[in-house]
């Protein structure tokens, strides 16, 4: 586990190093493009550093407000919050992450934060109605097993990085193909061509880049959550059946969106997947199959 966290670590730093690479690199060719002189690399390089500055310290609120997230009380959630409690001793947490809940009908769940010290455990109503106590508390220690681990950091910071270069990449592309481009003589023209060019590559390139960047969050995270769930909760059977039941719904995450599908525990789009139905994962898919991860589970006994 030490070693794993440690790993994390690393990998966070090294993404949000890419990260300022490739935004320095979009928001230089758009000052370029805006005629803003010798001191377009400055300020691509200072606003590049802003972001990701930003997305490492606002990245969990970022995310929660993306899904409309609200906080959870006690008195409307008693069993979530006791469920919640009870795991704190054996996650050996020494702060109480915070609890929120999304109003949708699909049973799922996801943690962010940057570290154990600032982390949100969030689910939704429909995890909430349709799953019994110790489905429920496997799917707790799961997310829990997240914070502990790490994992949320790179997750949290990837997803709101990946969905920031995506729509930077599409609002260059906009300037370029809607004449948002200074335009004054025949020389602009020829730079207005190739801007073109480079927008669209961009626009092309970046979801694959988002893409590889969430890949880049091993799959195997997602089995040693499971397994560490079950450190914590010494009930195999509970994660099992929950997952189960999780795959087996059909509704759609109306909130969820590519940037942030990776944080789930299982993936939200039902109707773009067949991942969890099949036995093997592939190489493109953001989740192991549900099928892998439950002969996992039960290969813990």
Known sequence: ?????????????????????????????????????????????????????????????????????????????QKLVNIFDSLMIPSGLTVKPKLYIVEDNQPNAFATGR?????????????????DYYELEGVLAHEIAHIKNYD???????????????????????????GGLKDNDSDNNNGNGILMLIGLVFLIISPIFGSLMQLALSR??????????????????????????????????ETANSATANMYIVNPFKKNTK?????????????????DRIEALRNLK
């Open 1 to 77: 586990m030490f070693e794993t966290i440690r790993k994390n670590k690393i990998e966070s730093g090294v993404i949000i190093a890419i990260f300022i690479i490739v935004i320095t690199l979009i928001v230089y060719y758009i000052c370029n493009a805006l005629e803003l002189g010798a001191f377009s690399i400055i300020f691509a390089l200072i606003f590049s550093i802003a972001s990701a500055w930003g997305s490492y310290y606002y990245s969990d609120k970022i995310v929660l407000s993306l899904n409309r997230a609200r906080p959870a009380t006690k008195e409307e959630n």
């Open 115 to 131: 570290n154990p010290e600032n982390a949100v455990v969030c689910v939704t109503t429909g995890l909430l109605e349709k799953l």
């Open 275 to 291: 991942e969890g139905k099949k036995k093997s994962t592939s190489i493109w898919s953001t989740h192991p199959s549900t099928a």
């Open 220 to 253: 195997r995270r997602e089995f040693l959550a499971d397994s560490t769930a079950v450190e914590f909760t010494r009930n195999p059977e509970g994660l099992i059946s929950a997952l189960q039941k999780l795959e087996d719904d059909p509704n759609q995450l």
């Open 152 to 178: 949320i950091r790179l997750s949290c910071v990837v997803s709101v990085m990946v969905g920031f270069i995506v729509m930077l990449a599409d609002l260059f592309s906009r300037l370029v193909f809607w």
